[in-house]
């Protein structure tokens, strides 16, 4: 794993855009495509969960909608929620199995085209190590202090490990009545 500044993590991600141009260059079309299924943590009818390979810290998730999608207010309830389910899910599994101080959870978007930001819809969830300045909410979700990169063993392994983990019915926190919280959504 290393940390690339912003320039040389900018360069990696124009080569990778690249390999977008079959999916109208949408990057999270791609990774959300069945071709891509290999490198799936976990999956829904809706939605896709990877590692972010320009991320903020290691182990960070990206859920992503299988539609492209560009709003958040385009998405149904189902749509929604299902989404919602898998970054819950991701939640558990970075908490359990990377032990961050924190996981934040971000939709995020910008009002003009950035070369770092894909108007499909998606969300972070970022497991934060820290508990100083660097945990700042600013900084994490920012480009200017590097990205975390994989090389592709290292992201194999991780995404296996957290796909081993992902929570069946069985490991969610249980409700009130000792029920898995889970069975009210189904
Ligand atoms: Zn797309």
Known sequence: MVR??????LMALEREQGESSAFGGCTMCRLASPMNAANWIAHSEHGV???DGFGAREGHLLVIAKQHVERTSNLSWDVFSDLQRLIWQGNQVVERELRPARVYV???GASKRLPMSFPHHHS???PVYEEDERARP???FS????VVC???EEAQRLSARLRGAWPSEATLPLGAGGKPLATSID
């Open 4 to 9: 690339l500044d912003k320039d040389a993590a």
């Open 49 to 51: 969960v990877v590692l």
């Open 124 to 126: 972070h969830v970022v």
């Open 106 to 108: 971000a939709t995020l």
């Open 150 to 152: 994989y090389e592709p």
């Open 143 to 146: 480009w200017s202090a590097g």
């Open 138 to 140: 600013a900084s994490v």
